[in-house]
């Protein structure tokens, strides 16, 4: 525990297997099946996948700040909204107010141990802006391009952390994580900010093209479910297409540094005017 902030520093990426429980893991599971069996009506469901309704589409995920929302794997809907798989497994995942509005991802996002990692990294007075629950299923979960969490969450001067708990083995063949080591001493490589243009159907842009990155340079980090990997704001990571019978389900949060720290205007994730981020050490 000690030497958790030194790794991240030098490696950009920390794994602490047996973080969680059996009955952690297990709560958080069944939590997620009720959470499927409360899935939006299919009226609902259109507006997010219709190729036609990009403008839709990106307003349902970018007011999904402080409610629960369902995302669909690509292949998983019909332009109207109806299943083309079975539920349980066309999800890709459910975000991003999580660790806010379910007591059971709330009672992990702030208990004690979280607050003790928050604490040996150095924050001061942390928050955590969103959070997911990741299904990676089997046949159907996508690929995950290598990509910088900074992209989507940009703070400065300190970056935002990952959290990212798996709740199920994780390893090459189901698509674990994979680190490009040592990235994340150069620099943030683009962003991904609302579209400053209000008159474009796109409501989120990219700034620059997707960076190419070579895949000898990343390692995989297949970890035991229970593990919890910390993952700094500037690391290249990716996680590639579950290729297994089995899913490979996550759940994920970031942590930013509020004292002296600022929250970019352009990030995706904004909270409604007035409200803040809850404050990891002041919230139970
Ligand atoms: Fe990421």
Known sequence: MKHIKNTLESDGYVILEGFLTEKEIE??????????????????????????????????????????????????????????????????KIGHALHELNPVFRKLSFSEKVKEIAFQLGFEDPAIPQSMYIFKNPGIGGEVIPHQDAWYLYTEPKHVVGFWFALEDATIENGCLWFSKGSHKGGVHRRCIRNPDKSSDELLIYTAPAPTYQKSHFTAAPVPKGTLILIHGQVVHFSEVNKSEKPRPAYTFHVIEQKDNKYSEENWLQLPEGRQFLSLYKTN
């Open 27 to 92: 709560e958080l599971k069944q939590e997620t099946n009720k959470l499927i069996q409360e899935m939006p009506e299919q009226s609902q469901r259109t507006v997010f996948n219709t190729i036609t309704a990009q403008q839709n589409r990106d307003k349902y995920f970018l007011e999904s700040s402080d409610k629960i929302r369902y995302f669909y794997e690509t292949g998983a809907l019909d332009p109207e909204g109806k299943l083309l798989v079975d539920p349980n497994i066309a999800l890709n």
